[in-house]
């Protein structure tokens, strides 16, 4: 979002906001508050529709997933209420939706306000929240190529996803560099294993699990999220070549950019910063977050041999099988150049601009139709 207002901001002299739900609200003010503190971060009640990827009707009616259903529906009306109010008083040109829950209710709002919308799909499945806004809006963007969504062409574009301007390939000096800064040794091969924001306990725990045969090959960092950091730093003493860290708050990109050898998550925007920067890539996709939008995903580049998938059964099935993958990968560079070539092709370093010129052009013409 960030990088599509910083275009925006070069166009001309635009009114911007940004809204959000009150679980994002801290870091998104402390997101903006280093880009422009002048853009106000303000807060939208929302709920969520928990659906989980695989699992029976049964299952989604259990109690402690139905109640929790019916309490944020009631979130939804107030959201939509509250965005509402907060349409009518400020009638913005335009709307920019990227997805998720809390963009429900401020999307029909404006709506029924006549607001255009326009809207961003990160992931290579369309969001719920977008399949429901799509028939309204104005211009979409998508993350993947078009023929992962069943958007109209004519109001579709695949533009990529906006990611900032340090996700780029570097030189290997450079990478020697970022190495040395990071207090590796910038002569051994880096493999950087990062779960997310709150961390991947599966993944966490199977990079322990083979600790000793990574670092015989390389240097391992590993970013384990916050939710089980101190339980790991109990487990696993310091040692030259390792470094784990509960989250990276300033400077991922030099983190990746450093790296031989990244193992992640399928998250949308990750993976395309990793396209950007050109980087061989492990993705352990989660099979089970809604509508298994990981998995589809990681399919878009294992279908165009961009990276290389470990599922979390294999992760169960075989203890060794990161290992294996991880250590069979840095010996052979050919391999590892070849994923990096590949996954750089999705690599769209004007997304942003790109997003930026759809947002304008739909004011355009918006302002012709007046």
């Known amino acids: 979002m960030v990088a599509v207002f910083r275009e925006l901001k070069k166009s001309g002299d635009h009114e911007l906001r940004f809204w959000c739900d009150r679980k994002f609200g801290a870091r998104a003010r402390g997101i903006f508050s280093k880009f422009d503190d002048t853009i106000p971060v303000e807060l939208i009640i929302a709920g969520k529709l928990r659906r989980y990827h695989g699992k029976s009707t049964s299952f989604h009616l259990r109690p402690s997933i139905l109640l929790p259903n019916v309490r944020d529906a009631f979130k939804v009306v107030i959201g939509f209420c509250q965005s509402f109010i907060k349409l009518l008083i400020w009638r913005p040109d335009v709307i920019f939706i990227k997805g998720g829950y809390v963009c429900l209710p401020a999307g029909y709002a404006a709506r029924l306000l006549k607001i255009p919308l326009v809207l961003h799909d990160s992931d290579a499945h369309p969001g719920l929240t977008n399949r429901l806004l799509s028939p309204f809006?104005?211009?979409?963007?998508?993350?993947?190529?078009?023929?992962?969504?069943?958007?109209?062409?004519?109001?579709?574009?695949?533009?990529?996803?906006?990611?900032?301007?340090?996700?780029?390939?570097?030189?290997?000096?450079?990478?020697?560099?970022?190495?040395?800064?990071?207090?590796?040794?910038?002569?051994?091969?880096?493999?950087?294993?990062?779960?997310?924001?709150?961390?991947?306990?599966?993944?966490?725990?199977?990079?322990?699990?083979?600790?000793?045969?990574?670092?015989?090959?390389?240097?391992?960092?590993?970013?384990?999220?916050?939710?089980?950091?101190?339980?790991?730093?109990?487990?696993?003493?310091?040692?030259?070549?390792?470094?784990?860290?509960?989250?990276?708050?300033?400077?991922?990109?030099?983190?990746?950019?450093?790296?031989?050898?990244?193992?992640?998550?399928?998250?949308?925007?990750?993976?395309?910063e990793l396209a950007a920067l050109h980087k061989p890539t492990i993705i352990i996709p989660n099979g089970r977050l809604t509508a298994g939008h990981q998995l589809k995903n990681a399919k878009v580049y294992q279908e165009a041999l961009a990276a290389v998938i470990v599922t979390e059964d294999e992760l169960d099935d075989d203890s060794q099988i990161l290992a294996k993958k991880i250590i069979g990968l840095l010996r052979s560079q050919k391999i590892l150049q070849g994923l990096g070539n590949n996954f750089g092709k999705f690599a769209k370093p004007n997304a942003a601009r790109d997003m930026s010129n759809m947002i304008l052009t739909t004011i355009r013409r918006q302002g012709r139709r007046k």
């Open 137 to 272: 809006a104005k211009a979409i963007g998508t993350g993947a190529p078009l023929k992962y969504y069943n958007y109209p062409p004519e109001k579709a574009k695949y533009v990529g996803i906006p990611v900032a301007a340090e996700f780029k390939p570097y030189t290997d000096e450079e990478r020697r560099q970022l190495k040395s800064k990071l207090q590796f040794d910038p002569n051994r091969p880096l493999v950087v294993i990062t779960g997310g924001g709150l961390g991947a306990a599966r993944i966490n725990e199977a990079v322990v699990a083979v600790r000793e045969d990574l670092l015989a090959e390389s240097s391992v960092f590993l970013i384990s999220g916050n939710l089980q950091y101190e339980q790991l730093k109990e487990a696993v003493s310091e040692c030259d070549g390792w470094r784990l860290q509960a989250f990276v708050h300033d400077g991922m990109a030099e983190v990746l950019a450093a790296a031989d050898l990244v193992v992640t998550r399928a998250g949308a925007t990750t993976l395309l």
